[in-house]
Each structure stands twice: as structure tokens, then as C-alpha cells.
């Protein structure tokens, strides 16, 4: 008995330290920029701390062939940054973030693309719609996550985006699966573009 207890306290921390490693380790993808003649009827603003939505971002940008925006916020890949993630979206904060040049009047259809934490969008894309004018906007929001998120905080969201003029359109979760049962990122991409085919282009 006390050596399945010991197997199972060695298993449960190995996996804690295994998620840790993870969620502390950046997947680098591709960059994707649209050329001049891109149509900018579409954009992507994504955040993503450890690379994993940056490629869903980059992925939806190449097809759309879309401008991509890139928010910065200051959640270092560290226990530091992990808890300092955790403790804002536990209290809904709304930190401070960087975004990179974009011009969002254009635009008809936004895709934002985040981690899920704590079960809703990462808090840098709460400031992101907070500081926007989205009016006459359609919204698509793609997470990405381990595990789960809750619905109820992506209604939250949306009534965000709804105050500041946008209507979400549609809202996709890619889970990529628990430590040792992820997605590659193939599969991440492969379900990123099945998600895209299902959704109807805009033109
Ligand atoms: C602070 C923190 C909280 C998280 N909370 C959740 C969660 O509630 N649900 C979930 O499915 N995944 C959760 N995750 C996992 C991330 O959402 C997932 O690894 C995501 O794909 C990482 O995206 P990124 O590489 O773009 O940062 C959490 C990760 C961190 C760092």
C-alpha cells in the first residue's frame, strides 16, 4: 500500500514538474507577413507565451493572407511568469500590453487567437478588446489549451467585445492535450485549417 502511494506521489509530480517545463518552453513556428496587396478585410491579433497559439495565428493569417498583429505582455517564460498568469486571470485582470502596428479600420472580420487560462482567454486579450473600437466588427476567437475552458467566461468575453461595437461570430477551442498526450504541431495545424474550413471565408 505505502509503495502505490509512493508510485502514485512520484507519478503526480512528475507530471507537475512536466507541465511546468512545458508551459516554460517556447514552440518557435514559421512567420507569416502579408505582402502589400493583402486584403485587410481580415486580421489576426494573437498573445501567446509559449508559441503554441502563435502558430494557430500564423497558420489562419497565411491562409487568409492577413495582416497579423502580435500583442506583448510581460509573463516571462518562468515559475515567476506562470504564477504571475495565473494570479491575473484568477483575478480578471487587465494588464498592460504591447501591440504591434495595426490598423484594424479596415477590417470587417477580426480573429483573435489566444491561450485559455484559468478557463478563459489569457488576460492580454481582454485588454487588447478593452482598448479597441471593434464597431461593425465580426469577431472570431480561437483559444488554445490543455484542457478545457468554461463557457461562461467566454460569454463574459463576448459581452466585452459587444461593448465595444463587435459581435462574436464564432468561437473554436483547440485542445491540444494533457503533458504527455499532446498534439504535434501537425495535428495543431491540420485542426486549426479543418476549424477554417468549416467557417465561411470573408470576402
Ligand atoms: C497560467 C496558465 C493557465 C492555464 N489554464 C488552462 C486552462 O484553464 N484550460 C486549458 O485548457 N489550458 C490551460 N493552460 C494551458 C494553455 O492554455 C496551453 O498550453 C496553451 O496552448 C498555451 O498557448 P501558448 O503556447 O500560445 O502560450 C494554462 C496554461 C497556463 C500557463
Known amino acids: 500500500m505505502i509503495a502505490l502511494i509512493a508510485i502514485a506521489a512520484v507519478a503526480g509530480l512528475s507530471a507537475f514538474t512536466a507541465v511546468g517545463v512545458k508551459d516554460q518552453t517556447y514552440v518557435a513556428s514559421p512567420e507569416f507577413s502579408a505582402n502589400a496587396e493583402a486584403s485587410s478585410e ?23 493572407k492577413a495582416p497579423i498583429s502580435r500583442i506583448d505582455a510581460d509573463y516571462p517564460l518562468s515559475f515567476g511568469g506562470q504564477t504571475k498568469a495565473i494570479a491575473d486571470a484568477e483575478a480578471k485582470a487587465f494588464p498592460l500590453i504591447n501591440v504591434e502596428s495595426l490598423d484594424l479600420r479596415p477590417a470587417k472580420r477580426v480573429y483573435l487567437v489566444s491561450p485559455t487560462w484559468m478557463f478563459r482567454p489569457a488576460p492580454p486579450l481582454w485588454t487588447f478588446v478593452r482598448q479597441s473600437d471593434l464597431s461593425g466588427k465580426d469577431v472570431v476567437l480561437i483559444m488554445t489549451g490543455n484542457s478545457r475552458f468554461k463557457q461562461e467566461e467566454i460569454d463574459k468575453f463576448s459581452h466585452l467585445i459587444n461593448s465595444r461595437g463587435g459581435h462574436l461570430i464564432h468561437q473554436e477551442f483547440i485542445r491540444r492535450g494533457r503533458v504527455y498526450w499532446q498534439m504535434s504541431r501537425g495535428e495543431l495545424l491540420d485542426t486549426v485549417n479543418s476549424s477554417m474550413n468549416e467557417l465561411a471565408p470573408q470576402h
Open 42 to 64: 481580415n486580421v489576426v491579433v494573437y498573445y501567446s507565451r509559449s508559441g503554441h497559439s502563435e502558430a494557430v495565428a500564423r497558420e489562419v493569417a497565411k491562409r487568409l
